[in-house]
């Protein structure tokens, strides 16, 4: 679009307004940043913030990361423009709990590497809304990101197959089954043989997993579970998610780095 076309267009197609949820930040210029942003009808979108490092800039404060913020954006040729913010829910708990935080830069970075831009989802967006409220409250952030993964993995349409193995169809008994990052789901003992590649799961580990799917967070947030099986679960949804996006995530490697350094983790 040239500056006449531009000029062509009516005010009301150029603004508009939208709820968005700040995954990510990028410094830019000399007092600018661009943003990554999720919104809940016009999915991921990239934005330019002009001025908001200027310590008296208006829209600065509105636009932390994992603020839920409603935007007023103009139209660009490259980036649409923030014009306007006011905060829904900053998640000021977030701030005081590193645990919780961590965890809130897994379920941003997830969301911005396993979506395209504009493409909507409006279950995606309640989902980190309501994820990030959560970790804001205190509640367990291992459960709460567990949940997340599985639940936007079902939305995205690679919900890993959990109650029947994925090589010859029978229901999984309960005993040592492995997850396949190839071909989405658990295999059975006989079935694992032909996949090099798979993930041993306990059968508590099968059973959470099992438990987030059928009776959601609520249900998951009471049970205690012990380092080793967080461990476990952590890594075979790791792996899973991994293999989708072909990349590494960074954001618990470094919260485990920083709160942890001495321990390895998945």
């Not at 099968?206 to 890594?235: H, I, P, T, W």
């Not at 790791?238 to 709160?259: C, F, K």
């Amino acid at each position: 679009m040239n500056e006449d076309r531009a000029r062509r267009v009516p005010l009301s197609e150029r603004i508009y307004r939208t709820e968005a949820i700040v995954l990510s930040r990028l410094d830019y210029a000399e007092a600018d940043r661009i943003l990554t942003v999720y919104t809940p009808q016009r999915g991921k979108l990239r934005l330019i913030a002009k001025g908001v490092r200027r310590p008296t800039s208006r829209l600065g404060p509105h636009l932390e990361y994992f603020a839920r913020a409603d935007l007023m954006l103009s139209r660009g040729r490259e980036l649409d423009t923030v014009t306007g913010a006011e905060t829904v829910d900053a998640h000021l708990g977030l701030r005081d709990d590193l645990d919780a935080l961590g965890h809130a830069s897994h379920l941003a970075e997830l969301l911005n590497r396993m979506t395209e831009d504009r493409q909507e989802n409006e279950a995606a967006y309640d989902l980190l809304a309501r994820s990030l409220r959560l970790l804001s409250d205190g509640v367990d952030p291992f459960a709460v990101t567990r949940h997340f993964e599985l639940a936007l993995l079902a939305l995205l349409g690679y919900r890993p197959e959990l109650y029947r193995c994925v090589g010859c169809d029978r229901e999984l008994t309960a005993t040592v089954n492995t997850l396949s990052h190839g071909r989405g789901g658990l295999l059975c003992p006989l079935c694992r043989a032909d996949d090099g590649g798979s993930f041993p799961l306990s059968v508590n580990a099968q059973k959470y997993l099992r438990m987030l799917d059928r009776n959601g967070l609520s249900a998951a947030a009471r049970l205690r579970v012990d380092e080793g099986l967080r461990n476990e679960l952590e890594g075979a949804l790791g792996g899973y998610i991994r293999h989708l996006t072909e990349r590494d995530l960074h954001s618990l490697r470094v919260w485990h780095a920083i709160r942890e350094p001495s321990v390895p983790h998945p």
